[in-house]
């Protein structure tokens, strides 16, 4: 956990509109990477962004999330509760973060487990096809 201390909670960024971005850009990433700080970028009936250090946000590429979405989803194959759909909604809903491994242990899994008479098997053949789609655009793109 102290890898993540340096986070600052939005609440204590400082407020600057869009105009004030413009005019002292050049500062302000100083500022943001230099002190280690965000900045709420705020304008009247826009919605607020976030610019903060690019560092902040390295943990979602870390093996280690994987590796735990993973376990995730191996925890849930056995049950049979609302939780397999909970975990199958968070997988999609952030597929396009996961690296291709963890999307590819995501499939054999399904695949293993389907043989062994998976419950809620619509669910995870429903996931698979997402995620092999998923795949397959994301091999598209890249060519």
Known sequence: ????????????????????????????LE?????????????CGKKDVILCPAHWIDFRFDDDFGYIINCAVRYVFSRNTYMP???????????????????????QDIDRDLDFGLDQKELWISLKNDLLKFKESRDNKIE
């Open 1 to 28: 956990m102290e890898k993540y201390k340096f986070l600052q909670p939005v609440d204590e960024m400082e407020r600057i509109s869009r105009t004030e971005l413009g005019e002292r850009f050049d500062e302000i």
């Open 31 to 43: 500022s943001c990477e230099k002190n280690n700080v965000g900045f709420v970028i705020t304008d």
């Open 85 to 107: 759909g909970l975990v199958c909604d968070f997988v999609r809903k952030y597929m396009s973060i996961f690296g291709a491994k963890t999307i590819d242990i995501i499939i």
